[in-house]
């Protein structure tokens, strides 16, 4: 039934879907749980929708390890038979007792074991998901985990993000805390972590070419790099955010995240004009709002943004004192970037500058 929403969905919008879209990203859940029929039909129908027979720029897929292991070298060359060129696997960490209290399916073993199946069977771009900051991760473990990453038998990961737990607002994580029964890492273990990360994967030979993000040279995510840059996108599926220039004005529209309405919004064909109208929800950006997002994604990169465009959308007596402190550093194409070395504070640089 949800297949069949979301290919109700894309037929709807299909206006907003042509254009050769370079980048196909499927994910932002589970995708790997689905069966590989109802993957191959969803796949199709957004190949159709493109009006070319072109090969994607990048095409990604989402896959948790317990399911490449379930599924094995078969499911694996089925990704492939789809064009799939890239998988995105969330490990997160190779110590059971942290992925037994992160309520993850799989264990160590079984990340190991999917890399391995992904590697034989031939998918020659594969990025690893890790997270720090987690309460009882200390730095002989994080280490550990690195050295996991760094020694995998079939070879180094093309791609690696790494993300810190944060305890969101109303989450079980943030009861947990306010209860005592579990402890916040600190901010100083934080950035020792993250500092470790940056100064481990460098001397591995990786680019850290966003906050969160590595790749070794020539992998760093096509997908992922035109939301940076602030290109048009289409997102399908509850939850899901869509972001495109019309008669000159940047609009933003996204789905509300409740599965059970949206299934019953694009369920079937018959009436779904009707039933869409007030459901997805929508805005013009304003200049303000254009300016702002474009130097809170630009300045997570290392490539920074156009010295000229900042000091247009900032304050500039406060990039002035940023460049001073070092905060930012001036490149030779006009670009200002954060350093790595303040790229764990980025959030208040840019806070400070916007």
């Known amino acids: 039934m949800f297949a069949e929403a979301l290919k109700n969905e894309l037929l709807a919008r299909r206006e907003e879907a042509c254009g050769s879209p370079g980048t196909l990203y499927i994910g932002g859940g589970t995708p790997s749980v689905l069966p590989p029929s109802v993957l191959s039909s969803i796949v ?24 490449i292991v379930s599924g094995g070298p078969r499911y694996a060359e089925f990704l492939l038979s789809l064009g799939v060129d890239r998988v995105s696997m969330g490990i997160q960490s190779f110590d059971d007792g942290i992925l037994k209290w992160m309520n993850r ?30 309460p009882r991760l200390d730095d002989r473990m994080w280490n550990w985990t690195l050295d996991r990453i760094l020694d995998l038998p079939e070879g180094l990961p093309e ?25 916040e890492a600190s901010e100083e273990e934080c950035s020792r972590q993250y500092e470790t990360l940056c100064s481990r994967l460098a001397d591995a030979g990786y680019h850290h070419y966003e906050v969160s993000n590595f790749a070794l040279p020539g992998h760093e995510a096509v997908h992922n790099s035109a939301y940076w840059a602030g ?12 972001f495109r220039v019309e008669d000159g004005s940047h609009v933003r529209s996204w789905n509300p995240p409740s599965v059970d309405k949206y299934i019953a919004v694009f369920g079937s064909v018959e009436g779904l004009e009707k039933r869409m109208a007030g459901y997805r929800r929508s805005e013009i950006l304003t200049d303000e709002q254009i300016s702002l997002e474009a130097v809170m994604l630009m300045l997570r990169t ?10 247009t959308s900032g304050d500039s007596a406060a990039i002035d004192r940023m460049l001073h402190a070092g905060n930012l550093v001036r490149l030779p194409d006009g670009h200002v970037r954060i350093p790595e070395s303040k790229f764990f504070v980025s959030d208040s640089i840019i806070a400070a500058i916007a």
Request: net charge negative; charged share 30%.
């Open 44 to 67: 199709e129908a957004v190949n159709a929708s493109r009006g070319t027979e072109k090969a994607y720029d990048e095409f990604t897929v989402e896959v948790n390890p317990d399911d």
């Open 159 to 183: 791609h690696i993000s790494a993300y810190q737990l944060s305890v969101e607002e109303g989450s079980v994580l943030e009861r947990l805390v306010m209860s005592g029964r579990c402890r």
């Open 302 to 311: 290392d490539k920074g943004m156009p010295e000229h465009l900042l000091r």
């Open 231 to 242: 290109r048009p996108y289409l997102g399908l599926g509850p939850g899901a955010h869509s």
């Open 105 to 134: 399916r799989h264990d160590a073993g079984e990340a190991s074991e999917a890399y391995r199946i992904l590697r034989q069977a031939g998918i020659k771009n594969v990025s690893l998901d890790l997270i720090f900051g987690i």
